[in-house]
């Protein structure tokens, strides 16, 4: 059994922030680069199916029909009798009442809509085309669809953004009552317009504002179970809690990054070039996962990690889990287990029982934290 992570390379334009593989939306390109995922998607006929994700990009910029076809072959290729859960990610833009409800009718039981945002102002600096009243028309559209399972994404810490603007952001935002929330502060990478803008980030807001906001959320009822995720009860995310644990998925779709058989690779960022290959596959026999390898044409990076490196990465992901931690057989290795001591004895970690947990006072430095295991 495994997880499964489908790669939408499209939007319909892309943010300024944003710094993933996605290209502009063209009908016809779209229509070949479903053909070539249902094709790569064949390699894996029957396999067991624990959860599906569905990212990008903007999955909802695809037509109806694409989105159609896409997701009744994925029932017809897999084994979705032991799915958990099945997420399809969308922009209020770009979704629609009859998405919404092919999405609902094929089996998806959770979204993550794409706020980031509830003043316009914001969206606006961001890159964004949608506005505030176009997320509370989608968001209630979702609902009365049926869907009782929904992620908002925000984003924090932008340019003259204080403490009170955010509260009244997510102020704003808890008024829906998503069930789950997922706080990412704005991170300026090289490669996106806002960096070329000159547009800097302050990490001192950024931390206030995040420790606000595990004092808000905690009061209204939401778990903080990840980093950067809060949740309502039982309504953690399945899909990527197992990428935490450090646990199997498929990854497909081009620029698509998975994890089999202790290999991580990720597909080639080239459409026209993923669409060529996918479309001269010929279906493994055997054992798929041992034998994912003989794709190895599809992928631009294929790592095979060996006993060490899968202990430091359990360390590094299985940290991120604030409320389950890390066994702490992880740190068996020497200089994992001296490190282990140092960070126990400045109170950065704490241990219960077997469990090796995060100390919430230093959730905001988690990066520099685990890269003491990476030395």
Same mark, same amino acid.
């Given at each position: ?33 479903? @053909? ?12 067991? +199916?624990?959860? +599906? ?44 009442? *009859? ?13 993550? +809509? ?31 669809? @049926? ?9 924090? @810490? ?57 004092? +808000? ?58 669409? *060529? ?40 992901? @299985? ?41 919430? *006072? ?14």
């Amino acid at each position: 059994m495994a997880c499964l992570y489908i790669h939408i390379p499209f939007c319909k334009q892309k943010c300024l922030y944003c710094s993933f593989f996605s290209v502009k939306y063209d009908d016809i390109l779209a229509d070949r680069y479903i @053909g070539a995922l249902i094709e790569h998607a064949g390699q894996f006929k029957n396999e067991n +199916i624990l959860s +599906i994700y569905v990212g990008g990009g903007t999955p909802s910029v695809l037509s109806s029909e694409q989105i159609q076809k896409l997701l009744q072959a994925l029932k017809n290729i897999f084994n979705l009798s032991a799915i958990q859960e099945f997420t399809f990610e969308l922009n209020p833009e770009s979704a629609s009442k *009859e998405k919404l409800h092919i999405l609902k009718q094929l089996g998806v039981n959770r979204l993550s +809509i794409g706020l980031q945002s509830v003043e316009d102002k914001s969206l606006k600096f961001l890159g964004r085309i949608h506005d505030f009243k176009t997320f509370c028309y989608v968001y209630d559209a979702a609902r009365k669809e @049926g869907f009782a399972n929904v992620n908002i994404d925000l984003i924090y @810490g932008l340019p003259k953004q204080t403490l009170k603007d955010w509260k009244q952001v997510l102020k704003k935002t808890l008024l829906f009552n998503s069930e789950h929330l997922s706080l990412y502060p704005l991170s300026v990478e090289e490669s996106t317009p806002l960096y070329k803008n000159g547009i800097i980030t302050n990490d001192d807001i950024q931390r206030d504002i995040y420790n606000e906001s595990m004092k +808000i959320l905690a009061n209204s009822g939401y778990n903080h179970y990840e980093i950067s995720n809060w949740s309502k009860k039982e309504r953690e995310s399945f899909h990527s809690t197992n990428y935490w644990r450090n646990l199997e998925y498929i990854g497909l779709g081009a620029g698509a990054s998975g994890y089999l058989k202790r290999r991580r690779y990720k597909n080639i960022e080239n459409i026209e070039r993923y669409i *060529e290959l996918c479309s001269s596959l010929q279906v493994v026999k055997g054992d798929r996962f041992k034998q994912y390898g003989s794709l190895s044409f599809l992928k631009t990076e294929n790592e095979y990690i060996n006993d060490k490196l899968y202990k430091t990465e359990t360390i590094m992901l @299985g940290l991120r889990l604030l409320n389950e931690g890390v066994n702490i057989n992880c740190f068996n290795n020497p200089k994992h287990y001296a490190m282990l001591l140092e960070c126990l004895k400045d109170k950065m970690l704490e241990r219960k029982n077997s469990k090796i947990k995060l100390a919430k *006072e230093y959730i905001f430095v988690f990066n520099q934290i685990v890269l003491k295991f990476m030395e």
